[in-house]
């Protein structure tokens, strides 16, 4: 199942949630911390490393 990070913008806390895409698609995140729903996605950096050549 994909991870999906957020950075909630109220509280600075930063979270993942583990879900289906049909998940994500319907559900309603909200910060653990303060609960709000003012959350911004954040795209994992896991897929962000290349194969750089050193
Ligand atoms: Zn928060």
Redesign the pocket.
């Known amino acids: 199942m994909p991870t999906y990070d957020y950075s ?1 913008k ?2 600075g ?1 930063k979270f993942s949630k583990v879900m289906l895409v049909s998940e994500y698609e319907k559900s309603r995140v909200a ?1 653990p ?2 609960q ?1 729903r003012k959350v911004a996605r954040v795209l994992s950096t896991f897929y962000a490393k290349t194969s750089k050549k050193s």
Request: charged content about 40%; glycine content about 0%.
């Open positions: 909630c109220e509280c806390k910060c911390k303060c709000s």
